[in-house]
C-alpha cells in the first residue's frame, strides 16, 4: 500500500456516486471495490506515487489518478451485479460492461511507463 495511506476511501466513493453515507448496505463491497482499485492503479501507474525528496512523506495523489479509482471502482460495483458482463437484455439486444474504460486510460496515460513489446 502507498505508504500514505489510502488515497481513496469508501466516503470518496459514495460521495462521488452520490451515495447518503448514512447507507451502509454496500460498505463492505465500495470498500473491497476501492481497495482493489487503489492495488491496481499502484502497480499499473507507480510514477504516480511519489515522495518529497527533502522530507521523505509522499506527495498528494495527482487528482487525474484519484479521479480514475472513483471509475474503476464504480466499474468494479457494476460488475458485482453482472459477473458475465451482461447488464441487460431487450429485444434490441443486449447491454455489456465493456472491458475497456478509455477514459480511466487517458487519465493514468500520463503516470503510466511506456511498454513496448
Not at 448514512?22 to 476501492?34: L, M, P, R
Not at 487503489?38 to 525528496?53: H, K, M, V
Not at 495523489?61 to 447488464?87: C, E, K, T, W
Amino acid at each position: 500500500m502507498w505508504p500514505g495511506g489510502p488515497w481513496l476511501t469508501v466516503a470518496d466513493y459514495k460521495s462521488w456516486a452520490r451515495i447518503d453515507t448514512s447507507d451502509a448496505t454496500d460498505d463492505v463491497a465500495i470498500q473491497e471495490a476501492v481497495d482493489a482499485s487503489q492495488e491496481a492503479i499502484q502497480l499499473r501507474s507507480p510514477r504516480a506515487f511519489t515522495t518529497d525528496p527533502t522530507t521523505g512523506q509522499p506527495d498528494p495523489v495527482p487528482r487525474s489518478v484519484h479521479q480514475a479509482g472513483l471509475l474503476l471502482s464504480n466499474r468494479l460495483m457494476s460488475r458485482r451485479n453482472s459477473p458475465d458482463g451482461v447488464v441487460g437484455v431487450s429485444d434490441m439486444g443486449t447491454a455489456t460492461i465493456l472491458s475497456y474504460d478509455s477514459d480511466i486510460t487517458h487519465l493514468l496515460s500520463p503516470w503510466t511507463e511506456m511498454v513496448v513489446g
